[in-house]
C-alpha cells in the first residue's frame, strides 16, 4: 500500500502560472469559481444580472476561498441560444471592468472563445483566458494570447458551438485526447506560449461513459505535462447517472472533485466554492 501523502504525488509539483509580475503557486490545487454573466446558464443560481449583485458574489467567493474567478457572458449548455459578439462584449467588458476595480488583486478569467471579446478583456484587465474550443472557433485568438502572453485554459472538444455536447466516435479515446492536446500544445509552444492549463472537457463531445472514464483515468494525462484544470460542478454527467436535477449534484460533485484532486486536478471549476474548498483543506 503505497502511505505517501496527496502533496508529495500531486502533479505538478511546484509548478507556477505567471500573472504578469506574479506567480501562482499549483503545488496546492486551486479554487475558479464560476461567474456566469448569462439569462440560461444551466445552473440558475450561478447567473448574476446586475453589477451589485455581481460583486456580491464575487465577494462571497473570495471569503470562501477562491483563488480565480471565472466570467462567462457566452452560454455554451446544451440547446443555449446564440448570441453575436456585441452581445458578449456587452456583458463581459463591464463586468470585468467593475471587478478589477472592487478587487484589483484578483486573478480573472474570462471564458470566451472569441478573440475580440479575450483582448478587450484583457486590456480591461482579465488574467487568463478559457476557451474551450482550442482556438476551433475563432483562430485568431491565438494571436491574442501570444500577444499579450496571458495564462490560457486549452479544453478538448470536437464540432461547432451547435454540437459541442455530442458524442463523437474515436479511434481510441484516450490516444485521441492526448493526440489532440500534444498537437495544439506543440503549436502554442512554437509561439512561446508556455502558461497553459489543459481541460479534458467534461460533458463535451463525449458519452457518459467516457466521462467516467476520463475522470477513472485522469492521471494518464500527466504524460502532457501540463497542470489539469477539471470542471465538473452540477453537470448532467453527475445529475442524468444519479436520477435528479443540477440543483441536487452538489454531493455527487464533491465526490468526483475528490477524485480529481487525487487523481491531480490542479485546478477545480466550481460554482460551489465552500465545499470545493474544504476538499483542499481535507487533503493537503
Known amino acids: 500500500m503505497d502511505f505517501s501523502r496527496v502533496e508529495d504525488t500531486h502533479f505538478p509539483v511546484k509548478r507556477y502560472l505567471r500573472f504578469g509580475d506574479k506567480l501562482l503557486d499549483l503545488s496546492t490545487p486551486k479554487i475558479m469559481g464560476i461567474l456566469n454573466v448569462t439569462p440560461d446558464s444551466f445552473y440558475h443560481p450561478s447567473r448574476v444580472a446586475s453589477e451589485k449583485n455581481v460583486l456580491s458574489v464575487a465577494e462571497e467567493m473570495l471569503e470562501d476561498g477562491a483563488d480565480i474567478i471565472d466570467v462567462g457572458g457566452y452560454s455554451t449548455r446544451p440547446g443555449s441560444d446564440a448570441i453575436t459578439e456585441k452581445e458578449e462584449l456587452d456583458r463581459v467588458i463591464p ?4 471587478l478589477k476595480k472592487e478587487f484589483p488583486d484578483i486573478i480573472l478569467s474570462v471564458d470566451t472563445f472569441r478573440a475580440m471579446v479575450a483582448e478587450q478583456a484583457i ?17 485568431k485568438i491565438l494571436d491574442v494570447i501570444d500577444q499579450y ?60 461513459e467516457e466521462n467516467y472514464s476520463l475522470i ?69
Open 216 to 284: 477513472r483515468n485522469l492521471e494518464m494525462l500527466h504524460l502532457l505535462e501540463q497542470p489539469i484544470l477539471v470542471g465538473l460542478s452540477r453537470k448532467s454527467m453527475i445529475w442524468k447517472k444519479l436520477g435528479g436535477s443540477p440543483e441536487s449534484a452538489l454531493n455527487g460533485t464533491t465526490i468526483l472533485n475528490t477524485q480529481a484532486i487525487l487523481k491531480g486536478a490542479s485546478i477545480l471549476r466550481v460554482h460551489d466554492v465552500p465545499e470545493a474548498r474544504e476538499i483542499i483543506k481535507l487533503l493537503f
Open 149 to 208: 502572453k496571458v495564462p490560457y485554459i486549452l479544453m478538448h472538444a470536437e464540432g461547432n458551438v451547435e454540437t459541442l455536447h455530442n458524442s463523437k466516435e474515436y479511434v481510441d479515446f484516450f490516444r485521441d485526447i492526448v493526440y489532440y492536446f500534444s498537437e495544439k500544445l506543440q503549436e502554442l509552444n512554437t509561439r512561446g506560449i508556455t502558461d497553459i492549463i489543459i481541460d479534458p472537457g467534461f460533458g463535451f463531445s463525449k458519452s457518459l
Open 95 to 98: 463586468i470585468v471592468t467593475i
Open 123 to 139: 486590456l480591461k484587465g482579465a488574467d487568463m483566458i478559457n476557451d474551450i474550443s482550442g482556438w476551433q472557433f475563432d483562430p
